[in-house]
């Protein structure tokens, strides 16, 4: 016998706009729902039941590996063996449109703590051990790499191996890209357990993507992008997010927005740049742009685009409006600067007075390769952030560089003892802070 998780638990939550019989009768499936049917993991072993998300969780991350869960289930299962309703009035979608979809996407939002320091989905830089890293370090909340949907659905390895998560990794969102409704459907059924958000990628601006027809390419087909949206929407049990770029034409971003905003999109992350605009350190962002769409549209909206500093968050989200800002580029260089740590490259553009933080790359690389010895990823993932949290230190010792490049096999003894070299060499590049932020951050970690 398969049991199944509650689907109503959200929508009969108390809510003022839920009166009268329509708010008893409501009430009644909930405490029914909830009293009556329990979740149990994917396996071919009973165990235990489990009767509320949060216990879900914790059986999930029980075990030593704290994605073994996942990677067991996610490898032997299909879609349809993964936790469905067994009683439900269907995805809250189905039934609320209008002002309570709007209601239900502010109330799934703040139900998460309305996190505004958020690491960007970035293509094999955005996984779990770096996630947790940036999240130690003030970030509030986390995408995935984006993930191929057929591929996904289709193949164990890719599954097992790109998709990786922990109790602790939460708030996430997990991206896809894709083109065909369906498809998408059935990979995003395999990660709504695990995630807070199933994320559309309509921003990708890459050749890969307009080869696979995906990501900002669809910009060009919105009745395709809604049919996506549409899907998710009304088949899932989670909220569908976007995240999208800007048309050249301000008033063509608008109506995207609410184009996506009435096919069931509950939150949208705005990258302000057009999808020619692939340069971010040499093409700025757009932020009237995002400020229009946040005018524009009723849902939570994210903004994207030039975050240096824990400064561009608080101008950003001043000029934008936004609910949330994400960072990429300077996360991997920097995981740190959500706790109000800068580069050296920043230093020098502050109005303020900065000191050494105490804190290095090193330091970061070193605990990067702690959590990866506990979350295990592909090797290429590894190189790629050692590279880039490492960047300042090789352009002084480039023969270090060198050797690492020269390895086609990486261990974790080598990639320590690498590090050690680096500071034997008297090299440290260190991460700066503003006076008036030191105690707190080392008091707290970040400010």
């Known amino acids: 016998?398969?049991?199944?998780?509650?689907?109503?638990?959200?929508?009969?939550?108390?809510?003022?706009?839920?009166?009268?019989?329509?708010s008893?009768?409501?009430?009644?499936?909930?405490?029914?729902?909830?009293?009556?049917?329990?979740?149990t993991p994917i396996t071919q072993t009973p165990t235990p039941p489990v009767d509320s998300q949060e216990n879900l969780d914790?059986?999930?991350?029980?075990?030593?590996?704290?994605?073994?869960?996942?990677?067991?289930?996610?490898?032997?299962?299909?879609?349809?063996?993964?936790?469905?309703?067994?009683?439900?009035?269907?995805?809250?979608?189905?039934?609320?449109?209008?002002?309570?979809?709007?209601?239900?996407?502010?109330?799934?939002?703040?139900?998460l703590g309305q996190p505004k320091f958020i690491v960007a989905p970035m293509v094999d830089n955005s996984e779990l051990p770096f996630r947790m890293l940036c999240r130690k370090y003030g970030a509030e909340a986390a995408y995935t790499p984006m993930l191929h949907s057929r591929i996904f659905s289709e193949t164990e390895k890719y599954r097992t191996q790109e998709f990786t998560t922990c109790k602790e990794d939460r708030?996430?969102?997990v991206q896809f890209c894709a083109n065909d409704p369906d498809i998408l459907l059935e990979a995003a059924r395999m990660v709504e357990p695990f995630c807070d958000y199933v994320d559309i990628n309509l921003g990708c601006p890459q050749r890969i993507a307009k080869r696979g027809n995906y990501g900002a390419f669809l910009m060009d087909n919105l009745p395709v992008i809604k049919s996506l949206v549409?899907?998710?929407?009304?088949?899932?049990?989670?909220?569908?997010?976007?995240?999208?770029?800007?048309?050249?034409?301000?008033?063509?971003?608008?109506?995207?927005?609410?184009?996506?905003?009435?096919?069931?999109?509950?939150?949208?992350?705005?990258?302000?740049?057009?999808r020619d605009e692939k340069d971010g350190k040499k093409i700025r962002a757009d932020w009237n742009a995002i400020k229009a769409v946040k005018s524009a549209v009723r849902i939570p909206v994210l903004a994207n685009g030039n975050i240096r500093h824990m400064d561009d968050v608080h101008s950003c989200l001043e000029a934008t409006g936004a609910d949330g800002v994400l960072s990429a580029e300077t996360l991997l260089e920097n995981p740190a600067l959500f706790s109000g740590y800068r580069t050296a490259d920043w230093e020098d553009g502050s109005d303020d007075s900065m000191v050494d933080a105490g804190l290095d790359q090193a330091d970061l690389c070193i605990e990067y390769l702690k959590l990866c010895e506990r979350y295990p990823v592909p090797w290429r993932m590894i190189r790629s952030?050692?590279?880039?949290?490492?960047?300042?230190?090789?352009?002084?010792?480039?023969?270090?560089?060198?050797?690492?490049n020269a390895q086609s096999i990486l261990t974790s003894e080598f990639l320590y003892d690498m590090v050690n070299r680096l500071k034997e060499l008297g090299t440290r590049v260190p991460l700066y802070t503003k006076v008036s932020d030191a105690g707190r951050i080392s008091a707290n970690g970040h400010i």
């Open 24 to 39: 008893t009768f409501f009430s009644l499936l909930y405490r029914i729902n909830n009293r009556s049917f329990m979740a």
């Open 171 to 173: 708030p996430l969102f």
């Open 230 to 274: 549409e899907k998710l929407a009304v088949n899932l049990n989670v909220p569908v997010s976007c995240k999208i770029r800007i048309f050249p034409n301000l008033q063509d971003t608008v109506s995207y927005a609410r184009m996506l905003e009435e096919a069931g999109c509950s939150l949208l992350a705005v990258h302000g740049r057009t």
């Open 385 to 404: 952030h050692v590279h880039k949290m490492l960047g300042d230190w090789f352009r002084i010792q480039p023969h270090v560089r060198a050797d690492l």
């Open 1 to 22: 016998m398969r049991f199944s998780r509650p689907s109503i638990t959200f929508l009969c939550r108390k809510n003022s706009s839920l009166e009268g019989p329509l």
């Open 58 to 111: 914790d059986l999930i991350c029980s075990d030593v590996s704290h994605s073994c869960f996942l990677e067991q289930h996610l490898s032997s299962s299909s879609s349809s063996d993964l936790p469905s309703p067994s009683f439900s009035l269907g995805s809250p979608s189905r039934c609320l449109n209008g002002e309570w979809r709007i209601e239900r996407a502010w109330a799934h939002w703040k139900k």
